[in-house]
């Protein structure tokens, strides 16, 4: 399996800084996506790694370090708005666009 | 520019039955994707279509079939229903070529079997 590994859930004060974990299996990679799931609605793309280092956008960033089969989504600034759950997903190096997503963490925005 | 779009938005089958469901891709997005997330989950993949075939397949049984059209929408077909196929289903859209799988979902069609 792909064994996408991330928190289940965390909580975190507004105003303040979260950081997400994921670790993933190394063999067959092709890039690790990040998407926001509002509860009821569809996932949205936050951004893609296929490189080690650190992407930035806005108040949100990810980090990839492919030998150790580690990203990190973080989130500054937090707005009761980003409560929701925060999918790491693999991407598929075997030719075609699949994608293998992990449980979600459900992150709680408190006040 | 539309987005991804699924109907019908909410479903509710009894064990034993057939269902379809259908997606319309993002405009001048030619691959499909479906994926099945059970509550509290994250989305499983189940196929993906281009080129009107199926091209790759997610851990899921024949019970699960699907059929891209030359306009590159899609529906995915679930026969024999169980209660475990009670999930939201998710269509999600990209374009082959592009340097990363970027993929657009669609809002889901909720799916609950009694």
């Known amino acids: 399996g792909q064994n996408i590994d991330q928190p289940t859930e965390m909580t975190a004060t507004e105003g303040a800084i979260v950081q997400i974990n994921c670790t993933y299996q190394?063999?067959?990679?092709?890039?690790l996506f990040w998407y926001q799931q509002h509860a009821g609605e569809a996932p949205t793309f936050l951004s893609y790694n296929v490189l080690d280092g650190l992407e930035e956008k806005g108040r949100f960033s990810s980090f990839l370090s492919r030998s150790k089969g580690y990203s990190y989504l973080l989130l500054k600034e937090l707005q009761m708005k980003d409560s929701a759950s925060y999918l790491c997903a693999k991407g598929d190096s075997g030719g075609y666009q699949k994608v293998t997503f992990g449980i979600g963490t459900k992150l709680q925005v408190i006040p | 520019d539309a987005g991804v779009t699924q109907s019908p938005t909410h479903l509710i089958k009894t064990r034993g039955q057939q269902v379809t469901l259908r997606c319309s891709p993002k405009s001048g997005h030619d691959t499909v994707s479906w994926y099945q997330q059970a509550l509290g989950q994250g989305p499983q993949f189940i196929f993906q279509?281009?080129?009107?075939?199926?091209?790759q397949r997610g851990n899921f049984p024949d019970r699960f079939s699907g059929h891209q059209f030359p306009n590159y929408s899609s529906e995915l077909n679930v026969n024999a229903l169980l209660l475990g196929d009670s999930a939201l289903y998710l269509c999600?859209?990209?374009?082959?070529?592009?340097?990363?799988?970027?993929?657009?979902f669609g809002p889901g069609t909720r799916l609950t079997v009694l």
């Open positions: 999600a859209s990209s374009l082959q070529g592009r340097t990363y799988n970027e993929q657009f």
């Open positions: 279509y281009y080129e009107e075939e199926e091209r």
């Open positions: 190394t063999s067959g990679f092709n890039g």
